[in-house]
């Protein structure tokens, strides 16, 4: 009977305990706020700000104001969140490493909080950041006329090439390395590996698709099948107002 007395003991002390180990402190740098304060700051720095975000300090600011309304960065929780702008510099610091620099640990280190908190900073930035597609991505509909017509004035293409009133230009965003699946398709005319980036504007500026593939695959065609484009002609150029 004392065995039993014994063992129900330790099993309610175990379900009582959220955690068997004691909790020892991790110490941590804490570092990437207070360089990204002081390199903001002074326009000689700016470069060290770019190299720590991939973004320009005026980029940073315009995105901040984009994202730091929408509602994931509010709750009624007693704990209030960090702000928005250090969980955007965490987003874009960890996006900008690869390899061994990449690990969740060494960007909790630097940023001086747990690794857990990359993770919810990550999927915040990243879902506000989406909720913005539909406020730049535009299909034309009523407006391709007066995009062809504004092709056909001002480069005189006439005939069939009016049709070509989009404008298509690209890049390729190289990758670290060789991706473990279908690895090759990936392999790029500049002896790398990345993804085929396309974007597509009309002459107002206006972003009407984007889209990103493995090297060999087109991604033109299923872009014009989507704008459901009356001819195939598309103008692969670009120009400056």
Not at 57 to 83: G, K, R, Y
Request: hydrophobic share 40%; charged share 20%; with cysteine.
């Amino acid at each position: 009977m004392d065995v039993l007395t014994s063992d129900l003991a330790v099993l309610h002390t175990i379900k009582d305990t959220r955690y068997l180990n004691p909790h020892t402190h991790v110490p941590k740098e804490g570092q990437l706020y207070k360089l990204a304060f002081e390199y903001s700051q002074d326009p000689l720095l700016h470069h060290q700000f770019e190299d720590l975000f991939q973004v320009s300090v005026h980029v940073f600011d315009v995105l901040l104001v984009l994202i730091e309304d929408h509602p994931i960065f509010h709750n009624n929780s007693n704990n209030p969140q960090a702000p928005v702008r250090e969980q955007l510099q965490v987003l874009l610091y960890w996006m900008g490493r690869y390899g061994n620099g990449a690990s969740i640990t060494d960007v909790a280190r630097i940023s001086g909080i747990l690794e857990g908190s990359v993770e919810n900073f990550t999927d915040r930035c990243l879902t506000a950041i989406e909720a913005l597609h539909d406020d730049f991505i535009h299909p034309l509909t009523d407006e391709k006329e007066v995009e062809k017509q504004w092709i056909e004035t001002h480069l005189d293409f006439g005939g069939l090439w009016c049709e070509g009133y989009m404008v298509y230009d690209g890049t390729i965003v190289v990758l670290h390395r060789k991706p473990a699946l279908d690895g090759e398709g990936y392999y790029t005319r500049k002896a790398n590996y990345g993804l085929n980036v396309q974007v597509c504007i009309s002459d107002s500026l206006l972003l009407c698709q984007f889209t990103a593939s493995q090297h060999h695959v087109n991604p033109v065609m299923p872009t014009l099948t989507n704008m459901s484009l009356e001819s195939g002609f598309v103008l692969n150029i670009a120009w400056e107002h």
